[in-house]
């Protein structure tokens, strides 16, 4: 049994699929499968159930990879402590990040990341905050930067800065004459939204404190908030931005971003990472990078 074979087990069990866990290993369908297959005559029981679609581990492969998660997870803290008493920052970090952040982060700390710390490999996939956490919790990734106070327990959140919420809205919309927007006048029938899974949405929400009761004349959600600014632009509608957006405002449509009145008109930005996650000194190194570049930019205007 060897920590290859483990891993590629755990890599099948969380993608469902020999051919997508090889990708994600970067290694041959083949290979990958033969490893498992000696692992299974190794231990003499079947770990995965190959005629179900999506691949699913079997009674006794869900025992194995509980098993697996540990000792992976102590044999990656067995290298975090040799690099540390190195005074190297070093390994892969699997980074996930939500779709309201990334456009307007990854850019200003990853140079500065890959510049300070080459040793490490590191791995962004953009994700939705729900399949962010499913990902931790079965560990295809270290960690992320999502809005805080969505994760559950067994996740821990460490704060980075505040992003206040902004009113982005049309010069056809009555609110547009005002510099100040109190969340009481805004008209929910023509508030655009993001689509259902992004927690900004969920925020926006709870910060209105109300849901569509009334009839509007369209109904438009995106996944995307650069697609609601453009249709705000094209129709009397507005919508909520995050500050980090600012930057990326076209200078003359800058008058159309108008403050928030009410309190509590901001998110928590955040590294998650598992409770039991060992690697301290890739978490730090993301934070101080992002802390040290990022930050400043992001809370510039």
Do not use: W
């Not at 699929?17 to 000696?38: D, G, H, W, Y």
């Not at 005074?87 to 952040?101: K, Q, S, Y």
């Not at 129709?235 to 509590?264: C, D, H, N, W």
């Amino acid at each position: 049994m060897t920590i290859i074979q483990l891993e590629y087990l755990l890599a099948v069990a969380n993608c469902g699929s020999f051919s997508l866990a090889s990708e994600r290993c970067f290694v041959t369908q083949p290979s990958l499968s033969m490893q498992i297959k000696n692992l299974e005559e190794e231990l003499g029981v079947v770990l995965l159930d190959r005629s179900k679609k999506p691949v699913i581990p079997t009674e006794a492969g869900l025992v194995v990879l509980r098993n697996a998660r540990e000792a992976i997870k102590a044999y990656n803290y067995v290298k975090e402590c040799v690099n540390e008493l190195r005074g190297e920052v070093a390994g892969t970090l699997r980074l996930g990040v939500i779709p309201t952040i990334a456009p307007y982060l990854l850019h200003r700390f990853i140079p500065d990341f890959v510049k300070h710390y080459p040793k490490v490999e590191l791995e962004i996939r953009e994700m939705k905050t729900i399949d962010i956490i499913t990902a931790l919790e079965k560990d295809a990734l270290d960690a992320a930067i999502v809005a805080g106070g969505m994760c559950p327990d067994d996740i821990m959140e460490q704060e980075l800065f505040n992003d206040r919420f902004y009113a982005y809205v049309s010069p056809s919309n009555p609110l547009y004459e005002r510099s100040n927007i109190r969340i009481e006048d805004i008209d929910m029938k023509e508030l655009l939204l993001l689509s259902d899974g992004h927690c900004l949405r969920d925020q926006i929400l709870e910060l209105c404190q109300a849901r569509r009761s009334t009839h509007a004349s369209y109904l438009f959600e995106s996944g995307s908030l650069d697609t609601l600014m453009r249709i705000v632009d094209n129709t009397s509608a507005m919508t909520i931005i995050p500050e980090m957006a600012l930057p990326f405002i076209p200078e003359e449509r800058k008058a159309q971003v108008k403050t928030l009145a009410k309190g509590a008109t901001s998110r928590k930005i955040t590294i998650a990472v598992r409770r039991t996650y060992v690697k301290s000194s890739l978490i730090a190194a993301l934070r101080d990078t992002i802390m040290e570049v990022a930050l400043p930019q992001a809370v510039a205007h």
